[in-house]
């Protein structure tokens, strides 16, 4: 999968072990930008050993927030079952408030490896 | 009042954004590009401009889902943003339904009283467990306006369908 990204959604970039997510999300319709991308990490994590992921958003909407929330969860209860599953949130130096939402997800995750990477 | 009085009064409050009318998501999408640009054209600071914009997108949807004066795509209300030395000024404005005042007053209320980390342990609260009832989101929007402002004020006003208005402060 493979969506470019609109000043409302992130480009989004899923294979079979690797999901990216870059830019900004708060879209018109949250469900319909969510669900597909849910469905399809779900089937990659039940077919891989290994999983890594790596989000760098300059702002995300509190529609969204929930969304990255299920997001987060599905990885933790993954790596939970014994699946290598990596995390890297990326942020601006000087983005305190996408640096506060990194530290927010970061402490739901125990077993997945969950880094905050500067940048 | 005047053209050119209203031209004057926006100007006089460093109204530099404001939107009066329908606000549906496409209208939305139609003009957060170009709000974000005006933004961070005035301040350069990444976590400012980000937290001023963010507070928008709350406010605008906020006034999408919930004004009581509605048509299929939306809903109808003012939405402005202003900048003076002190910092930026969000507002938000729609009809109301009386009904939802108490309820909203107190919400409010409890959130002007949090401090930081209480806000965000009320928000990661309510991410665990989901919209309240009525919400049309994820029941976030206010939390996060109260969290991401350095501080913020409301008022009913009857005027006389009765007015919702909201105004978020965001200084450095």
């Known amino acids: 999968m493979h969506l470019e990204a609109t000043n409302r959604t992130p480009e989004v970039l899923i294979s079979d072990s690797v999901l990216e997510m870059k830019g900004e999300c708060y879209p018109e319709d949250i469900t319909a930008f969510a669900e597909p991308i849910l469905e399809l990490l779900a089937e990659k994590l039940a077919a891989c050993d290994s999983f890594s992921v790596s989000l760098e958003l300059r702002y995300f909407n509190s529609s969204s927030a929930k969304f990255f929330f299920d997001f987060f969860e599905v990885l933790e209860e993954t790596a939970a079952k014994g699946k290598s599953i990596s995390i890297q949130w990326r942020y601006r130096s000087s983005d305190n408030s996408m640096k506060e939402a990194g530290e927010d997800f970061e402490e739901d995750m125990e077993v997945a490896d969950y880094q905050l990477v500067e940048i | ?172």
């Open chain 2, 1 to 172: 009042m005047d053209s050119h009085d209203f031209h004057k009064l926006l100007l006089s409050r460093g109204t530099f954004f404001c939107y009066s009318g329908l606000l549906s998501e496409e209208v939305l999408s139609a003009i957060s590009g170009i709000v974000r640009e005006q933004v961070s054209d005035i301040d350069h600071d990444i976590d400012l401009t980000t937290r001023v914009f963010g507070i928008f997108i709350e406010q605008a949807q906020n006034i999408i889902r919930y004004s009581e004066e509605r048509l299929a795509e939306g809903g109808i209300g003012t939405v402005a943003i202003g900048h003076s030395k002190e910092g930026f000024v969000v507002e938000a404005i729609n009809p109301m339904n009386a009904d939802k005042m108490l309820s909203l007053k107190g919400n409010l209320e409890e959130l002007q009283k949090m401090e930081s980390k209480e806000l965000r342990k009320a928000y990661k609260q309510r991410l665990r467990e989901g919209p309240p009832e009525g919400s049309k989101g994820a029941g976030l929007g206010f939390i996060e306006i109260a969290r991401k402002s350095s501080k913020f004020e409301f008022d009913f006003v009857e005027s006389p369908e009765l007015l919702f208005v909201l105004k978020a402060w965001i200084v450095p």
